[in-house]
């Protein structure tokens, strides 16, 4: 038994379920992180633990207790909302106080609470406004102290940061990651940006179409993805994944893939059981990072194979240069150093670490290997 | 435990609630609203005449009432009124509020100007108007005396022209208020659109025709409910202002019902005239209200 | 059919006025729903209101004015359905017909014995005021309407005398067109025309032709050629109208004669409310008699207060209301303003002025000739559904929407609908 | 800030075209102020100069007596009271009318926007088209659901009344409004603990201002103007401004005191009109929040 427990939880609007058979269970002081694209379900389950939304079937438990058919306010959650639901007619000071007020708190308590939360984010100047007069961040700030003077078991994030720009996310990213492990609070947070999840979490679970494809930390997710949607989804760029043939030569798996003039090379298997696979095709998955020149390929690993393959475009980014070819009929992408000699046109031979290769069944789309 | 019960049972009253608290007014409309027509569906098939009674004629009203020529004036008036009421009051109502969004200076005094017609009944203005359309001392008699001796207005005397009149005082009535509504409409579009139209080199009237009217839908449809709500009601406008004269020339329907049902003591065929009149509001609402709703959820 | 009718909604009745009952005025007062809004009328009311209550009835007033009564007559029909029904309610001819066979009206036989109303009032307007041999009702007054009224100084200067003769009337009226004064003031309102129709059809038609078309809706006089000699002369009377009758107040009407910008104006009694007022003097200002070729005849309308049952028995304020009502003071004093004539036969005309003498010896000659008349037009030959089909013809026709052979057409069919 | 999204426009007219845009508008306004302007011209007024003629001249001699008389010594029934009574009685009866049918438009709202369930459209369907009931087939069986209730002839059955046939528009007002209401602050408000009636009057309430604007102009003029009810379904005691004012204008024999007509006619429109021009700034704005929303 976990601190919190999704226990084979479906939901459906009539006739159509649209989310089945959850099971997730996380321990105290854990950070979960939801994510998916829109319409997977994520913010269907983060209401469901809320008690937003009711539960069609299973069970959803906080510390042992069922919360099925309980109030929302009867759960001990809090909850920081996507556009921060801030009450416009209300100052700072009351939106933070409010839930303490319908739960009855004496009103030097709430000041005392107030003035806490307030000094921990660093709002007191803004107590006596109203939201209307409030910037994004500050609005993101005030909805936290909302939820954090509740002292809750179990917070809930949905989408906190999507309404904010570019700059102010990452902070507030950092702020918020800052503040869970100062505390030690559980956390349920939704979010479609997979870099969010990656470096929040302790937990992801990656969902699709109502499903959760894998429930893992981060490395877990990252290494090793359950199936093809979760190894496109995490990762930026995403992982490439070109059609390959299994061949077995000189007794080691090798991934014969096509290059850009039809010619095939073969990338050795770190995994001795692709044996099994002889002659069949598989999908191939190859991170963008795993491909570079010879002079950046990881050290230590086993496994460096090299591949000669002509460039499309490049990409310079700054701190990386990004370099599109054609394998097996697809674009794809490696990450090269920026200081790497590549041209458009020209032809530039690669070094691919297979050690962190995976490789897909394309009937299944699941994970065949390592 | 106790306490336990206590919560689950104050949260089942929350779920409760919502519900609880739509049963009056439901509860309301369905005895008031839905009752009412039904009992009134029925008594257009009974022989009530000076009270309800419950004696069985079948279809008999129904003929009656389409033998009488004076119901189908009503119907022809209530067709030639509503069309001429609600087109009149939406181009002039577009037509002022285009005007009065165009930063004119003592914009909010002009528009309580428009606006005040709708606060007053016709039992307070209708004397003013009946004085106004006669031509012995209203408009005729007062530009005959400032000199245009040729000018004409008799309309309210007039059989064929009379039901104009009545177009007339109700749009004097309404107009504003539909202005209001379409002036809302054009304060809520986004200017940056406008902007953005100007600079692809639209004229004004192009802007208007091709952006902005177009956009100004939602307001469309609500002046559309309001107008003709209104326009199937109109009852006071036409007793104050030509009592359903000349002659029976501005007899519409709801004045037919009202005269059958309590002054002709022929309450059987005042119910018929009623669950017509029904029917016909029925046949054009529903598709509205079905797709309206519809759309939104 | 009609029984069946009277049983269904007399079980309605019965619970309605019981449920009503129990509401009652508590002040054991009087609860009077009329439309006698205007200030003389009302003022005269008042002298009857200040009489109940030296004898210690209250009186709770209920004005309800519009459409001669047709606003007050919807409230009432709310009034008694709701279960509230007033104590007395002002009502004219088949209004209290219909309501006493609904089964709603008290009894007032002890009262109108004890009275001798029955020896007072003549036998046309007890008509309308006894269903079944029981008295259901108080009469107020009579109204004649059968009257035309006269700028003297108009006449004299056009030489026209009295016409007593549909075509010395006509004359007249050319003569007054010659001279560039509107013959006849008229308002175009349905009840205004029907008026004049009612007169006009009377001086067609006799008595008996009027009774057999207007009071027993025989078709073949209602289709007959009299009828459409009648819509003739209306056609006539059109003619010598101004072009800005249209929904002219009757009181707009009178005004005209008043002025001297015409010459007659055919309306009931009550037109002489408006030369008293103007300040003119009977018979010197202005002339009252009764339509050409009608001088024997008497239409009138009666209001009446009916009295609606309180639980099965006459209350002691019902009947002090009724004698008071009756009694030969107010008749007099209530008349006099009113311009109507006493609803009683034996009361004095001494406070009459001229108009009203000759209207006092006109009803009583007219009562025991048998010449005395419901008048079509104002509710006392027919029912309102068939009283107000007939107006719809005679309004259409009057303002040109039919010919007079249509005309006659449409009435014979309009009244077999609403019959 | 939205109310003026237009009043920077980028739109730019001529000269020309502008002055015959305040041509055509102040003619307009000339339209309409007509029957005002007849009505008080002709309210101060001695009674020979209007039957003299001229609908449109100014008086020769001012005098308020018409008004006087209307408000309180003119004949309404048998005593001379003016309409002074009848004002308060519309009052006591227009108020109550007003605030509950708001307050039930607005909890309407809020429940069919945020707390949907299966049908709710459909009964929101089945009280919108309540506005379009003639209103002359319910007197009947009105009065008698009125006696059965014993409230029949009561302020209080009045009240019933209009509430019944307002709720209609008031909750279409109400809902179009909290369909943009942000759905968020009902389940922040949720989970802080906040129940159904206060989350209603703690969080949209305060927000719904502009809304309950639009719904109390159009509520009060409606309840204040309207005969029909007034006339039927009131007692003695109860009856409201309009009707006394037509016992005044329609006296059926007798003569017409047109100036006191008009006197008592302007007094009877005083508070729809006094609603207008205080409120109707608010009008506009409360509008555009709400039912020209799509």
């Not at chain 1, 009867?74 to 209300?90: D, E, G, H, T, W």
């Not at chain 1, 794809?332 to 070094?351: L, Q």
């Not at chain 3, 004093?333 to 004539?341: E, I, P, R």
């Amino acid at each position: 038994m976990g601190f919190l427990d999704i226990d084979n939880t479906t939901k459906s609007y009539g006739a159509v379920e649209v989310l089945h058979n959850v099971d997730i269970s996380i321990e105290e002081g854990e950070f979960l992180v939801l994510v998916g694209p829109s319409g997977c379900g994520k913010s269907t389950l983060l209401n469901m633990i809320a008690g937003l939304e009711e539960i069609s079937s299973g069970e959803i438990r906080i510390k042992d207790q069922v919360m099925n058919g309980v109030h929302p306010s009867k759960r001990n959650i809090a909850m920081v909302f996507q556009s921060y639901a801030l009450y416009p007619n209300m100052k700072v000071g009351q939106n933070i106080t409010f839930g303490l007020e319908m739960h009855g708190t004496p009103k030097p308590e709430r000041e005392k609470a107030m003035r806490e939360v307030a000094n921990l984010l660093q709002i007191e100047q803004l107590l006596d406004r109203k939201p209307g007069a409030l910037s994004g961040g500050q609005r993101q700030r005030v909805a936290m102290g909302r939820a954090l003077v509740r002292d809750p078991d179990v917070f809930l994030f949905d989408e906190p940061l999507s309404n904010l720009d570019a700059k102010l996310r990452v902070d507030m990213r950092t702020e918020i990651k800052k503040l869970h492990q100062k505390l030690g609070t559980t956390i349920v947070y939704v979010t479609h940006d997979q870099i969010e999840a990656m470096t929040l979490s302790t937990r992801i679970a990656v969902m699709n179409g109502g499903y959760v494809q894998q429930l893992g930390t981060p490395q877990d997710i990252y290494d090793t993805p359950a199936n093809i949607f979760v190894a496109t989804f995490m990762g930026s760029p995403a992982m490439n994944v070109v059609p390959a043939r299994v061949a077995v030569e000189n007794g080691k798996p090798m991934a014969r893939v096509a290059l850009h003039d039809g010619t095939e090379t073969a990338l050795p298997f770190s995994q001795d059981n692709m044996a099994d696979w002889d002659g069949k095709d598989i999908l191939l998955g190859i991170r963008p990072e795993t491909i570079t020149d010879e002079d950046a390929a990881d050290r230590k690993s086993s496994n460096i194979a090299h591949m000669t393959n002509r460039i499309v475009v490049t990409e310079p980014a700054g701190s990386d240069t990004f370099v599109t070819m054609t394998m097996g009929g697809k674009d794809v992408i490696a990450r090269m150093r920026s200081d790497a000699e590549v041209h458009p046109g020209a032809d530039f031979t690669f070094a691919v670490n297979m050690e962190k290769a995976v490789a897909f069944d394309p009937a299944t789309e699941a994970r065949i290997a390592p | 435990m106790a306490q336990a019960a206590n919560a689950d049972f104050k949260t089942r009253l929350q779920t409760w609630l919502p519900k609880l608290v739509l049963s009056p007014s439901l509860a309301m409309v369905l005895i008031f609203v839905y009752g009412f027509i039904a009992f009134s569906v029925y008594l257009s098939f009974t022989d009530s005449r000076l009270l309800p009674s419950f004696g069985w004629v079948g279809w008999e009203n129904y003929s009656k009432l389409w033998r009488l020529s004076h119901w189908e004036t009503s119907i022809t008036n209530m067709g030639i009124f509503a069309l001429l009421y609600i087109g009149i009051c939406t181009v002039l109502g577009l037509s002022l509020a285009i005007f009065l969004d165009q930063k004119i200076r003592a914009e909010g005094f002009i528009r309580t100007v428009y606006l005040y017609p709708m606060a007053l009944s016709f039992i307070v203005t209708g004397t003013a108007w009946k004085w106004f359309l006669d031509p012995g001392i209203g408009l005729e008699n007062v530009m005959q005396s400032w000199g245009w001796t040729s000018f004409e207005f008799d309309w309210i005397k007039n059989r064929d022209f009379a039901i104009y009149t009545v177009v007339l005082a109700a749009v004097w009535q309404t107009s504003g208020f539909v202005m209001a509504m379409f002036l809302a409409g054009l304060r809520g579009i986004d200017n940056e659109i406008l902007k953005a139209a100007q600079m692809d080199g639209a004229s004004n009237w192009n802007l208007y025709r091709r952006i902005i009217i177009p956009q100004l839908r939602p307001a469309f449809l609500s002046a559309f409910v309001i107008l003709s709500h209104l326009a199937i009601k109109t009852f006071d406008l036409v007793i104050a202002l030509t009592g359903g004269g000349p002659g029976r020339a501005t007899e519409l329907p709801a004045t037919f019902m009202y005269s059958y049902t309590f002054s002709r003591n022929q309450m059987g065929i005042g119910a018929a005239s009623a669950t017509i009149m029904l029917m016909t509001i029925a046949a054009i609402m529903i598709p509205y209200l079905y797709a309206e709703l519809r759309e939104k959820k | 059919m009609r029984s069946f009718l009277k049983t269904k909604t007399a079980i309605v009745l019965a619970l309605t006025v019981s449920a009503g009952a129990a509401h009652a005025d508590g002040h054991g007062g009087v609860e009077v729903l009329h439309w006698w809004t205007s200030g003389g009328e009302a003022a005269a009311l008042n002298v009857l209101k200040d009489d109940l209550e030296g004898q210690g009835v209250g009186w709770t007033d209920m004005p309800v004015a519009g459409g001669g009564g047709e606003q007050a007559m919807t409230v009432l029909r709310a009034r008694v359905t709701a279960g509230n029904a007033p104590t007395a309610v002002q009502g004219l001819g088949f209004d209290i017909l219909d309501w006493a066979n609904q089964g709603a009206l008290a009894n007032l036989n002890d009262v109108a014995a004890a009275e001798g109303w029955d020896d007072v009032i003549p036998a046309a307007l007890q008509q309308f005021a006894k269903v079944d041999g029981k008295w259901v009702s108080a009469p107020v007054n009579v109204h004649s309407t059968n009257w035309v009224w006269a700028n003297k100084a108009v006449l004299d200067a056009n030489g026209i005398a009295v016409p007593t003769t549909w075509e010395e009337f006509t004359a007249a009226l050319d003569t007054l067109k010659a001279a560039g004064v509107t013959p006849v003031a008229h308002g175009g309102q349905a009840w205004q025309e029907a008026t004049v129709f009612d007169a006009v059809a009377m001086s067609v038609l006799g008595p008996d032709g009027y009774k057999a078309a207007f009071i027993d809706l025989d078709e073949s006089v209602l289709g007959g050629d009299g009828m459409k000699e009648a819509f003739d002369r209306m056609v006539v009377i059109r003619e010598n109208v101004d072009e800005n009758f249209s929904g002219r107040d009757w009181n707009l009407a009178t005004a005209m004669v008043i002025n001297g910008e015409a010459g007659f104006q055919m309306m009931g009694d009550w037109a002489k409310g408006e030369f008293l007022n103007a300040g003119k003097v009977p018979g010197q200002d202005f002339l009252c008699f009764r339509f050409p070729g009608t001088s024997d005849q008497v239409t009138f309308n009666a209001d009446q207060f009916m009295m609606f049952d309180q639980g099965g028995a006459v209350s002691p304020e019902q009947a002090k209301l009724a004698t008071a009502i009756l009694s030969p003071s107010f008749q007099s004093a209530f008349n006099v303003v009113k311009g109507s004539v006493p609803a009683r036969t034996d009361v004095s005309n001494e406070a009459f002025d001229d108009c009203g003498k000759k209207g006092m010896a006109d009803l009583a000659a007219a009562a025991s000739s048998g010449n005395l008349f419901g008048s079509m037009a104002h509710g006392h030959a027919n029912p309102a559904s068939v009283k107000n089909a007939i107006y719809d013809v005679v309004t259409a026709h009057f303002n040109g929407e039919y010919d007079s052979e249509t005309a006659v057409a449409e009435l014979v069919d309009a009244v077999s609908i609403a019959k | 800030m939205m109310a003026h999204a237009t009043q920077d426009t980028a739109i730019r007219t001529g000269r020309a075209v502008r002055m015959l845009i305040y041509l055509v508008l102040v003619l307009f306004a000339l339209f309409y102020m007509l029957p005002l302007y007849v009505m008080l011209v002709n309210s101060v007024k001695p009674l020979d100069e209007i039957t003299g003629g001229g609908m449109m001249n100014l008086p020769q001699v001012w005098t308020l007596a018409p008004w006087a008389k209307a408000w309180s010594s003119a004949q309404i029934g048998v005593e001379p009271t003016g309409l002074s009574p009848y004002f308060w009685n519309s009052i006591k009866m227009v108020v109550p009318a007003v605030a509950i049918s708001t307050i039930l438009g607005a909890l309407n709202g809020y429940v069919l926007t945020k707390w949907r369930f299966r049908g709710d459209t459909i009964l929101f369907g089945l009280m919108l088209f309540a506005c379009f009931i003639p209103f002359q087939i319910v007197l009947i069986p009105m009065a008698r659901m009125l006696g059965l209730m014993g409230l029949a002839g009561t302020t209080w059955g009045l009240v019933l009344v209009h509430v019944v046939y307002g709720i209609g528009f008031t909750t279409l007002y109400f809902r179009n409004y909290y369909a943009v209401f942000p759905t968020e602050l009902v389940r922040a408000a949720q989970i802080d603990g906040a129940g159904f009636f206060q989350i209603f009057w703690r969080i949209l309430l305060p927000s719904s201002g502009p809304i309950a604007v639009v719904s109390i102009i159009w509520q009060f003029t409606n309840i204040w103007n309207d005969f029909l009810f007034g006339a039927s379904f009131a007692g003695a005691d109860s009856q409201p401004m309009t009707v006394a004012l037509n016992n005044l204008v329609q006296a059926s024999h007798g003569v017409k005191e047109y100036n006191v007509h008009f006197a008592g006619a302007i007094l009877a429109a005083l508070p729809t009109l006094l609603v207008y021009i205080v409120a109707g700034r608010y009008f506009v704005r409360g509008l555009m929040a709400g039912s020209v929303k799509g």
